[in-house]
């Protein structure tokens, strides 16, 4: 039987084998069981192996069509389950999914290995790709071809047969390596719980703070005699309206610290939330993540490059890690200074609740980590008379959202039309129709804002599907995806935003723009598949409308008067947004420089005297190299790459090492400074809006058209200068954060 007899005669069983009969094409949630992705992920496998063996076997000359758009649209069957699994496993992460996910990345990993070591397969593309001048190539289909040729070379296709398959042996145990990592740190993000039963523990919490975590315990199934038996109290003794639960998601972890006055219990939650997934015996990513840097030192070493950075960052923006150690060693400093002038502000209040009795008069009341969120929050309410209890009524989600998308009907045309009955995966998520000013279909975005314990922390957008172009020249649109960990309605109360709560759902709704205005043929360089460093772009601008004042009176109506923002609340916003800035941007980039830090090794093993030595002994290897070496222990490795940058120890990372999901499993290695590089673009783009008027038409029209439909079709500072008619200024970031 041939494969596609065999789809169609397995296409009723299976789902993933035929194209759903839904609207728009979303998944057929329903229909899928979890039983059904291995099997779908094998056929898939197939299906595209027999595809690329039908390139190969083409007798003509290889030329754009027969081969890189023949493999651009190949494998729809694993784009297609794979878009739904990896989705789901990281939005819904139950037990069984993870252990679905587990089995299907070494498949996958070696599927990909089998692609991109393919002789037969490369030697087609790298003969039209060392004759690609002669080919009337268009700058699309020259990227891609680049594109597609790198991921070969990347991918060892020219190593000798033993390094290839010590390279096929190091890809699997990354990915499996880089997937325990996140499960880990999902598992110890919901292992911790604050149980609070008497009003004393409550101290300096909101209202709408404490319903939220009335609500989350009812959730989780702590009645008051279950939070009794947790304290070893009586039940009668539990507060009316206790008990509350906290935990290490940001929605209860972040309004905890600010507004809790009970010292103690912030350094209880402080603790728990910094040493995640670094506890021997229990919950340890310290060994995973050393494995993940061995293997991608020797990764980077078989493939010709010193240190993993150098790999990865040949090809972005950036393009070496001496320009982003210089780009961030520019930033720093001014960013320690304001921080440090922030921590002069908060030490004041502090002794000025010494001296109220509030705190003990001696050596313990200095400003330290757990207590930054409090105090900053006093500052900000000292210097603007602004508190979050003061805006949350006013950024109810619902209302937020509809500012987002009024926002995009104004820069771009589009129109959002709520669909009522379209499968969906969660109760929770929403979906949208996206139209274009003349009616044409732009895409679909699904929403799914809110927390829950199989969600990995974090927002992002992801999709569904990509936009891309058929055989034919149809155009295919895109199913995208924002995913958030905003609080739940609870108790009556509707989601009541933060500021910045607000400023991620710009932020996203920016990168859904990215993939829903894509107008790209081909799947590997449409929407969001760009440069590490140049993604953030379309996001980051986003996020500078989100609190105009001529915005925030479209959508920021209270949610029970239904009153519109006051002009008095605006301004507090407004000459507070720069407020906190030494201590976002320390925070911000001494993760970047940490990332740095641990993908410039080039090996994990170091002398004894090395102040960041383990007590543990480098394994010797055949030939006696790591005699007398150590291994690197990772708490004093990151404590020494942050002294020597010169980071405040009022201050942490904003990712410590064991929970630095983005570099260890989030694709985001030797990246994360790309959050600070696409805001010198996105600060400078915007000052371009300022000026010509922040709705000017004409401006946004060629946001849209030379960077948000481009994708990454063309080089993206070829695609900035069009837009912008110069390069980025650099000090455009410093700037936009009131640190120059």
């Known amino acids: 039987m041939t494969l596609a007899m065999l789809v169609t005669s397995c296409k009723q069983l299976n789902p993933f084998l035929g194209e759903w009969n839904t609207p728009y094409g979303i998944p057929d949630f329903g229909s899928i069981k979890e039983s059904d992705y291995i099997p779908a992920v ?3 496998i197939r299906q595209q192996e027999g595809q690329i063996d039908a390139i190969i076997a083409n007798g003509n000359a290889p030329d754009f069509e027969n081969t890189v758009a023949a493999y651009e ?13 990896f989705n ?10 993870q252990k679905i996910v587990e089995k299907v990345i070494p498949m996958l990993t070696e599927h990909n290995d089998n692609v991109f070591m393919n002789p037969y397969f ?22 891609t071809l680049e594109k597609l040729h790198r991921m070969f070379i990347d991918n060892g296709v020219n190593l000798e047969p033993d390094a290839q398959a010590r390279l096929r042996e190091i890809n699997k145990e990354l990915a499996v390596l880089e997937q325990r990592f996140g499960n880990n740190v999902l598992s110890a993000t919901n292992a911790f719980r604050l149980v609070l039963t008497d009003t004393s523990e409550t101290a300096g919490l909101p209202a709408s703070v404490l319903s939220a975590a009335a609500s989350e315990a009812s959730r989780e199934g702590i009645t008051p005699r279950e939070a009794a038996r947790m304290k070893g109290i009586r039940e009668q003794d539990v507060a009316p309206g206790g008990p509350w639960l906290f935990t290490l998601h940001n929605a209860s972890y972040v309004p905890f610290m600010t507004g809790s006055s009970r010292r103690d219990l912030r350094e209880k939650m402080f603790r728990a939330y910094s040493t995640r997934c670094n506890a021997a015996g229990s919950i340890d990513n310290r060994p995973v993540a050393l494995d993940i840097i061995k293997l991608r030192i020797e990764k980077a070493k078989l493939l010709g490059y010193s240190v993993p950075a150098e790999q990865i960052l040949s090809d972005k923006m950036a393009h070496d890690p001496r320009t982003v150690d210089a780009f961030l060693g520019k930033i720093f400093p001014a960013a320690v200074r304001q921080a440090r002038a922030e921590i002069e502000d908060m030490q004041a209040l502090m002794d000025k609740d010494v001296q109220a009795g509030l705190l003990p008069d001696d050596s313990t009341s200095v400003i330290r980590p757990w207590d930054w969120a409090y105090y900053a929050e006093k500052v900000r309410q000292e210097k603007y008379a602004l508190n979050e209890d003061l805006v949350r009524p006013y950024f109810r989600m619902e209302n937020v959202r509809e500012g987002v998308f009024n926002t995009a009907h104004r820069l771009y045309g589009l129109n959002f039309r709520q669909l009522d009955s379209i499968p969906l995966y969660h109760p929770d998520v929403e979906g949208f129709e996206v139209t274009d000013s003349d009616g044409s279909l732009v895409g679909v975005l699904l929403t799914d804002y809110y ?10 957008m992801s999709n569904f599907r990509n936009q891309y172009r058929t055989k034919k020249g149809e155009d295919v649109r895109p199913v995208i995806v924002n995913v958030a960990n ?5 108790d009556g109360m509707p989601s009541l935003l933060s500021i910045d709560e607000v400023g991620t759902m710009f932020h996203e709704f920016g990168h859904a723009l990215h993939g829903l205005l894509s107008q790209c043929t081909y799947k590997d360089v449409s929407g969001t598949n760009v440069a590490r460093d140049f993604v953030e772009l379309p996001s980051q601008i986003n996020e500078n409308w989100a609190f105009l004042p001529e915005v925030l009176k479209t959508y920021a109506h209270h949610y029970s008067t239904g009153e519109a923002i006051p002009d008095s609340l605006i301004t507090k916003i407004s000459v507070s947004r720069n407020f906190n800035q030494g201590f976002m941007t320390t925070e911000l980039v001494a993760a970047a420089i940490l990332d740095m830090k641990w993908h410039e090794l080039g090996s994990i093993y170091v002398p004894q005297d090395c102040p960041y030595a383990s007590q543990t002994d480098a394994p010797a290897d055949s030939t006696g190299r790591n005699k007398g070496l150590k291994v690197i222990d990772p708490d004093k490795f990151e404590a020494f790459a942050m002294t020597q940058a010169g980071l405040p120890e009022e201050i942490i990372p904003r990712y410590r090492t064991t929970y630095f999901n983005h570099i260890f499993s989030g694709g985001y290695s030797a990246g994360y400074y790309s959050y600070l590089w696409a805001e010198v673009l996105d600060k400078d783009a915007f000052e371009l809006f300022r000026r010509k008027g922040a709705f000017n038409i004409s401006t946004a029209r060629s946001f849209r058209e030379n960077i948000l439909e481009k994708g990454g079709s063309e080089d993206p500072m070829t695609l900035y200068r069009r837009f912008r008619g110069s390069d ?11 640190l120059k």
Do not use: C, N
């Open 42 to 44: 094998k056929f898939g």
């Open 73 to 85: 649209l190949s494998g729809e069957i694993l784009d297609r389950v794979t878009g739904v699994l």
């Open 88 to 97: 789901l496993s990281e939005s819904d992460a139950t037990p069984s999914m």
């Open 122 to 143: 490369f030697a087609r593309v790298d003969e039209l790709y060392r004759d690609r001048d002669s080919h009337d190539l268009t700058v699309e289909q020259r990227m």
């Open 451 to 460: 927390t829950r314990s199989t969600k990995r922390g974090g927002a992002w």
């Open 486 to 490: 905003f609080p739940k309605p609870s």
């Open 728 to 738: 980025p200024d650099p000090d455009a970031l410093l700037r936009a954060r009131g």
